[in-house]
């Protein structure tokens, strides 16, 4: 009676057994490379080298910008945070850096567009880790990030401000820490109240009136103020993710791995890395390759076409607070970035910039104006590549354009598994004294 | 000098081994020396002896001689470029604007913002007439921390 019990249990065993080994060979797509026993690793040496790419671990310190001299001052960060917060720094007195860059909200707003003292045409980057892009804003016109928090302060629907009012405000209220940072403060009293290249009439008047030493002393105080606000941005990081901890553990061949992420974010890194083809953009420790590409995203505004990257290109090279301008600290030789700019217009039409996905799951919606509003729908137009009505999509659909590209091809579920992995990507964020 | 080029030849594309546009073709020359299209000139590219981050902008340098093997000074070498089974260019406007020795120039701004399969082009204008060439280049993740 009791080896018909035993033999009753192992055959119930072994079709246990056979179920689980059937689920996963289904998880993994059936594919000749990953059928077999539930225990086979299932990544590739080559998908093993990619994951490995992209662990949070691999990610280099953020490069020096020697176009800012006091980004790694401790009395630079501290005097930028408390000007990042500053409501006064407006002209209705409520935008401040914050108003669109929430630190409680990832340091973005979750809006489509930007709302400052009007409403903006562009979704706010989240700023975390922008001290390792070259290029700044979703069409890279700012080629640094102390140049790129001075566009915000004299945009007419942002801030709404002027680089006058604004030394002036520092002079009234942060004068000793200024001094201590970049040494007296020029004499500000026969200024006009507002005035900038960038304002309204009255102020544009007022700015051509000034001396020119005068607007080159009131620019000086404004470039620092972006030095100081950039000082403290680059404090702040992403700490490590469910992700890199599996790719840790995989990467150590710790059995301890297939517990980490479930089935479904799995198969969301397999077609990641794969045939979903987003690596190809989203790579590294970032996933972001920093560059700029057309992926077909439509336009917020079609009466009004958002050239991007295309568009931006005059504007980084004729910015005066750019690496090779009177206001950077650095050698123009290090100026490799804006030297070797690419400025051919031609593939760039409607290209924007590759965000990073780090914590993307914690700040709908997506793409340069907040087009979609899920990360399913955002897969979901990788899926369906459609046609740029500006410039030309990299990506194949239909016939395809470019014959060595193939289609995007995702189901239904394979769109929800991308959605999931995307979602192992949530890390803390960290704000940290050293680079 | 060979470990180095190794980063970028053909052995490592069977370490790549990912599906869809990510894997090259398999039967691409990754030659580093080769002849231009009207056979004026035969062009060798040099990557720099460490091999660059991803992202990291950096400089090789490029032989132009004759077939017998002279060296060809004087030459004006335009670069383009870019990944074709992505659909885009370069990421940057690489520029040869120094002839360091005769016939050696050197290739400033190269910068290589992902791995994969990459093409270099050069189109040379020199006093012996005009003529192009095309590099494969296959990068691969580099093995250590960047």
Known sequence: MNSRINSLAASVATLLLAATAVAVISVAGGSPAHAGPAA?????????????????????????????SVEHLPAARA????????????????????SC???????QDGLPVG?????????????????????MFWDGRKDS??????GPMEDAVEHGGNRTRFARLLATHYRAEYEAL????????????DAGPNGNATEQSAWSALPAARRTDVSRVFANMGKAIAAFEKTLAYGPAPFDRYADAVAAKDPAARGMLNAREIEGLRLFIGKGQCVTCHNGPLLTDQSFHNTGVPQRDPRRPDRGRAAALAKVKADEFNCLGPFSDAKPEACQELAFMVTDPAGLEAAFKTPSLRNVALRPPYMHAGQFATLEQVVAHYARSPAATVGHSELAHGAGAHKERKPIQLSEREIKDVAAFLGTLNGAIVERAGR | MNRTIASFSLPLLTALALSGC???PTDLNVALKRSTEQGKYVVTLQPPAAAPAINQIHSWQVLV?????APVSQARIAVDGGMPQHGHGLPTQPLIRRELADGTYLLEGMKFSMTGWWEIKLALQTPQGPDKVTFNVVVDNPATKR
């Open chain 1, 101 to 107: 860059h929430s630190p409680d909200q990832q340091f």
């Open chain 2, 22 to 24: 990510m894997t090259p």
């Open chain 1, 115 to 135: 709302k400052g003292v009007g409403l903006g045409s562009r979704r706010a980057m989240p700023i975390v880790g922008a001290g390792h892009s070259p290029w």
């Open chain 1, 145 to 150: 990030a102390w140049s790129q928090a001075l």
């Open chain 1, 79 to 98: 005097l930028g945070k408390r000007l990042f917060n500053d409501t006064r720094f407006s002209s209705n007195g409520a935008v401040s850096c914050a």
């Open chain 1, 40 to 68: 086979a690793d299932p990544w590739s040496a080559g998908e093993l080298r990619t994951i490995a790419s992209m662990n949070m671990g691999k990610l280099a310190p953020a490069p020096v910008d020697p176009s800012n």
């Open chain 1, 182 to 193: 970049f040494g007296k403060l020029p004499d500000l009293s026969a200024l006009p109240p």
């Open chain 2, 65 to 69: 001689a004759s077939p017998a093997g």
